[in-house]
């Protein structure tokens, strides 16, 4: 059987990352070039544009789609981007018909959280799964739902958004205006803040010396090595970690009834740990007819996820 | 235009009220017989026969269909219903399957709560929408998803427990086992205890008289009656019930990207000043996006809302 290729396209507000990606999900051909956002939305999608024709050159015929993650609110029907946050001055863009009459080949956008949870359906951990939940921990806290097969939209295309899910509504101001969301006790920077405060009365924690004592070196992948070193300190935050995310899945799951979930993006790297302290509490708290079939999954993209999203756009449908 | 009609039967745990309902939501019959669910599933079924029946007497040539509203989980393509807590000993039973070949009528069931929102669907508030989420106040929280005008029913039919999400992952206790769950909020029994307790600072609320000093009278009903006399208090009550309903669902709406809320349940009888209380505060608490699309409807459905959404099902595909 003749391989089948997709580009991938990450649009991000710094950097564009483009790639050629088998149906399997495996990158042959990478290439990131900046997204000039400053300089508007013309000029951004010209460098799309150069950014496709360097990976085209040569493989053009190879090529079964193009698909593109993009932020913002996505109009599937018309390919058109809305207000993407970080790409000033787009408003409304209608990325898809530009590319594909660009490139005469057929281009696909989606959101690119959306993306992410199609790829991981497509590629990843959630091949096999009818349904499931993805959540992205980094800088935010983001999802996507995908049900028999399908990613869950919503009215119009912005479901998904699993960390404003208030788990305190009397909790701290998060920065979409509501209080007490996951994403304010999930999002990376609240762990280095949550972490340093903490810090003050664990003077005993591997974190010092791993950071050298100077705070600024302190990330998400210090703690995680921290707790592999045994730093009882750091394996404690990284269960409160999972112990919180557990309480906010409990009622997406109960209102779902989606009972497995996939966890990606770049907090996730702590592990297995933060698996099993998710998957415990989230037990402990959905409805008891949903326990048994509760499953906590990694994602597996990692890398490139947003290449590779974005190319699964092409094997989705 | 042949009028068409169909059974509706709402199945409950101490009585079955059975109806024939036309294609735009009108009882042209009803009646109500005891479960005798003490009796055992045997009992219970034999009760449903005995009532079917004798609506159908005279006009079984009529009837395009029979719906059931079932507590439990009730598999579709099965016309199963599992464990329906207060139904003693059921197990499993294929209701479906035995009530059709009785009477020789196509038969569909569906849980009690989903069928709410079906009714909603096909007669009520929500006939015009494409999506909405349907919330049922009584003396638990319950509640249905319609998207793109099919119900959301998740991995088994269980989806929509708006009751248990979480507000507060420090809250008391909810009888589901989780912590601080909408349910425990907003049910009859919370709103009855803290009405009471509040009651106290309050000497001079109309409550007193309107319950002749015997707090045993306390009901919504009353509340509801004190506010319409201008009760401060009783007022202040509705409001607080709509903002923590606002909080609740502001979470939900977030992940689903579906605006259009829907209110049912005995306690919906507090009426306007509870729906606008629920849109301010879910309005002031999702995404900025989706602020513009927020609203907020009074169930249609009312008395007899379980036979109507039951005989709903039948003109639902």
């Known amino acids: 059987m003749k391989i089948k290729y997709a580009v991938g396209v990450d649009l991000g507000g710094t950097k564009i990352k483009i790639g050629i990606v088998t149906e399997k999900g495996k990158i042959v051909k990478k290439i990131s070039i900046p997204t000039l956002a400053n300089e508007g939305p013309d000029k951004s999608i010209g460098q799309i544009k150069k950014g496709i024709s360097a990976v085209l050159k040569g493989n053009k015929n190879l090529i079964s789609g193009i698909g593109i993650g993009s932020p913002g609110v996505v109009s599937l029907k018309k390919g058109t981007v809305e207000n993407p946050p970080n790409l000033i001055g787009w408003k409304k863009v209608h990325l898809g018909k530009i590319i594909s009459k660009e490139f005469s080949i057929p281009t696909f ?4 959280a959306n993306a992410a949870a199609i790829g991981e359906l497509i590629y990843g951990a959630g091949k096999d799964l009818n349904s499931f939940i993805m959540v992205t921990l980094g800088t935010g806290v983001g999802g996507g739902i995908i049900y028999n097969k399908k990613l869950f939209r919503g009215d119009t295309g912005a479901a998904g958004e699993i960390g404003h899910t208030t788990i305190d509504q009397n909790g701290p101001k998060c920065n979409c205006g509501s209080y007490g969301c996951l994403e304010f006790y999930l999002g990376n920077n609240y762990i280095i803040k949550n972490v340093k405060l903490k810090l003050e009365n664990n003077k005993d924690s591997k974190i010092f010396s791993l950071t050298e004592n100077n705070f600024k070196n302190l990330s998400p992948q210090i703690i995680h090595e921290a707790s592999l070193q045994g730093d009882e300190f750091s394996k404690n935050i ?18 779902l009834d989606i009972c497995n979930i996939i966890i990606g993006g770049g907090v996730s790297g702590f592990g297995r740990p933060l698996f099993n302290a998710t998957r ?25 996820a947003g290449i590779k999203g974005a190319s699964s756009l092409v094997f989705y449908d």
Chains 1, 2 share one sequence.
């Open 280 to 304: 415990d509490s989230l037990k402990s708290r959905v409805l008891t007819s949903l326990q048994p079939r509760i499953k906590v999954f990694q994602a597996s993209l990692k890398n490139n």
């Open 109 to 112: 956008v989606e959101n690119d």
């Open 238 to 255: 990284i269960k409160d970690l999972g112990n919180t995310l557990g309480h906010g899945l409990a009622s997406i799951v109960n209102v």
